[in-house]
């Protein structure tokens, strides 16, 4: 069942198709990116006394994986101001369309204009990025400089590579934030999807992935008549606007709708995103003491300790996880005696690993919100902690929120992700087998991996 937001909310559609929808909200965010940055360099050393370190991995990142992602899909790429300052490179527009001899589709862009290569047309490079900047995640989040070194570093890269390639080539294959996006938001309750595919077929302009005069090529190289999955969607709007025949809209839909991955770069994705929850609840929220002075090595400067951790998350998420889900794959197969090739099963199934991972996520940040909440009061009124008083409290001192239901909310949400790992996977199985029997058996070992994972989790919050 899907519901056409457009019709629903014809506010909605006005807004999305003014020509200035993108730089509107784009720009505010932009301007506190800026403040951020300069707070960073300025204000406190201290983290939880600036706002760089409270709002972007405290507020922004509850955010981002609570509400954004599951309600709303990758919406944040659509307020990012990462590329803005390399898009109005490429288009020397801020709000404008530039037609002309096209150097991207019938848009007239600027820059090198280079195909991105081939071999690394994948998410690869986001997958280990992510876990790079995830392995030095005491120093992210603790240290304000090094939070200025990263995003800083993230606007001069998306900067410097939409003068050499074209559109949004940083966004797809390199931001390390995008990668883990494009997996999650398959799970979201809202597409921008063709209201007709035979609307699609005869249309001979194909304005939505090449502009035309109303709007821009899209930028993540999507054609709305292929398109069946939110992955590369960044909800720019653009082909709302081109689209000479009003044929898109934006639906509302099942959660976790999307359940096709298509190759072992977003199977891979799955498996990182779920080891780096597991491993972020065992070392920040778990009672284990050496663990957390191994992982923050901005403190303690254990690098023996510090090597033993990296390397063994690097292994957990590159290695081991994959390794035993790929038996219990190998285990179903024979229990069903199926002739599904397991390299499809093996990509199929792995989607299993997208639900469950984004509410173990969830559960992640809750007591990171619950616990840390009070420092977001008082560092509005005091972002750069310099002694400002801007609105009266900035004294609040550290109070957590509820912490003793924080576990029932956790408990809640893993129980979630379970549900639903098991229900689209038992419909990916069907897919496959064509029949409920070799399905269920198939789905058997992996079922209960998941159940295993799970428990892991509660036990872990619980203790």
Known sequence: MQIDLFKAIPLLKKLVKLRSFQFLVVFPNLVFFYFFLLAGVFGSPVGNRNIIIVFVWILWWFALITFMVPFASRIWCAVCPFPFFGEWFQRRRLIGVAVGKPGVGRNRMWG??????????????????????????????????????????????????????????????????????????????????????????????????????????????????????????????????SCPNDNITVYARPFASD?????????????????????????????????????????????????IYAGTLWFSALIGLPFIYYCAIFLGRKLAKSTVPIKEMFIRYAYTMVPLGLFAWIAFSIPLVMVNGSYIIAVISDPLGWGWDLFGTADVHWTPILPEYGIFFQMLALVMGLYFSLKRGYEIAVKLHNESSAALKSLLPLGILLLAITIMFIALFVG
């Open 112 to 241: 090198l204009n280079k195909r991105w290569p081939k071999r690394f047309s994948n998410i690869w490079l986001q997958n280990i990025g992510f876990l790079t900047l995830a392995t030095f995640n005491a120093l992210l989040v603790t240290r304000p400089i090094v939070s200025v070194i990263v995003l800083g570093g993230l606007f001069v890269a998306a900067t410097i590579i939409h003068m050499i390639y074209r559109q949004r080539a940083f966004c797809m294959y390199l931001c390390p934030v995008s990668g883990f996006l494009s997996l999650y938001a398959m799970t979201s309750m809202v597409a921008v999807r063709s209201k007709s595919k035979d609307v699609c077929r005869t249309c001979k302009t194909k304005a939505c992935l090449i502009g035309n005069e109303h709007g821009w090529g899209c930028p993540w190289f999507q054609h709305m008549e292929k398109m069946e999955r939110n992955n590369y969607c960044g909800l720019c709007m653009e082909c709302v606007k």
């Open 259 to 307: 359940t096709t991955l298509k190759g072992y770069d977003e199977a891979w994705k799955g498996f990182i995103m779920l080891m780096l929850a597991l491993a972020y609840s065992v070392v920040l929220l778990g009672p284990y003491g050496n663990l957390k002075d191994w992982a923050n090595i901005s403190e303690v400067r254990n690098w023996t300790g510090f090597g």
